[in-house]
């Protein structure tokens, strides 16, 4: 493992000591499940319901919908989720928060989970000094023919001291955006919180797409504070974006560590702005240190792209990704990103152009894809058994969820081959 490896492992130590309890339900001994509709203070709206419902509760939609109703859970924690054998679709005029929550002075922690919101966003705001944890779970968010600014799952500020530290998990929703030309649509962001922040995305859903957006499919932003997100086992697989995961550093005093482990990106524009990318690094100021390991980037404008200011620290390494067909640029690590970020057994090919010095264990060669939009790999692939193992202690299982590493070797990319071991012990 690489020098910025393990700087990077010491450093997510640090915040994380930071969030005790901010994942954890805090709930009371005499916290109630509550049901809508239901008995008051369910009886007549859900929004009438949240507000009725005590710190802790969890409140529990029996109906299907169409439901329009726009939420907000304000400053106490609360879980919101469907009710067991419903389907609830939440709904609201389009673009309008359809689920609102919100952080406090004192420690607030919410899930949202289960539910459709259609024609609408879940935003989770940091409005206090207090811990704030929030989860959001296994929803969807789907629209269609948007031409206004719209990120289905935000998390950002609100008020005037947001500065309290937050912890988001995003993970297991899918995300449907059908969008025109030319808006600030994404599909998730992370926006400039000044307090310490963890962030997880994981195991997302990004599909649908349109001609062109200005934002990237899942981005996140930070200024002056020291955010830690890990990003795992997305699948972006919508046209018109972008950039897929784009990640900037845009200040002076803050810190952006990432981990960018085992996802897909493909269909991903160069549409506007100075870079983006299916994975860009971006430090404008500041320090972005960025562990880019097992992911696959295919059929994109641009592949992969890192790079920094004058003044600013970049760091990190790519590592067991493959980057093929993408029809401007592949991989592009050139001057602008510094002396300070790596590459290594990465597989590149048939990009329009590259600029990087190709590290140990670099493959250049067609890397026999199953088929045409099948990025899973042929048993002869050369990205086969052809990664750095040492990249996997934080990537379990690829993209599907089989074993990460079988055989001599990870394979490069987000998927493992996964040899087939029949009864008599002898490998197909």
Known sequence: MSPCTLRHVARRTLPSMLFPLALASIAPADAATRTWPGTAPCATTLQACIAGADAGDVVEVASDGPINESLEIFGKSLTLRAAAGFSPVLQAGQSTDVIDAFGANTQVAIVIEGLTVRDGTITAYQGGSGAFGVTIRNNVVEAGGLDANFTAIRVTTFGATPTGPVNVAIVDNDIRLGFLGGDDIGAIGIEDLPGPTIATIERNTVGDGGPSSTYGAIRARNVAGVADLLLRNNRIAAAGYNGGIVLVQDGA???????????????????????????????????????????????NDTGFIASKGAGASLTGTLANTLVADNASRGVIIGAAAGADF??????????????????????????????????????????????????????????????????????????????AIFANGFEA
């Open 342 to 419: 790596a590459n290594e057994h990465d597989l590149v090919f048939g990009n329009g152009t590259d600029d990087f010095t190709p590290g140990t264990g670099t493959v250049q060669a067609d890397p026999s894809f199953v088929g045409a939009g099948d990025f899973h790999l042929r048993s002869d692939s050369p990205a086969r058994d052809a990664g750095n193992s040492a990249f996997t202690t934080d990537i379990p299982v690829d993209l599907d969820g089989a074993q990460r590493v079988v055989g001599a070797a990870v394979d490069i990319g987000a998927w493992e081959v996964g040899d």
């Open 253 to 299: 005093g803050g810190t952006l560590d990432a981990r960018v482990l085992n996802n897909l990106v493909t269909g991903a524009i160069d549409f506007t702005g100075p870079q983006p990318g299916g994975v860009s690094l971006l430090a404008s100021a500041g320090t972005l240190h960025a562990d880019v390991f097992g992911n696959t980037l295919v059929g």
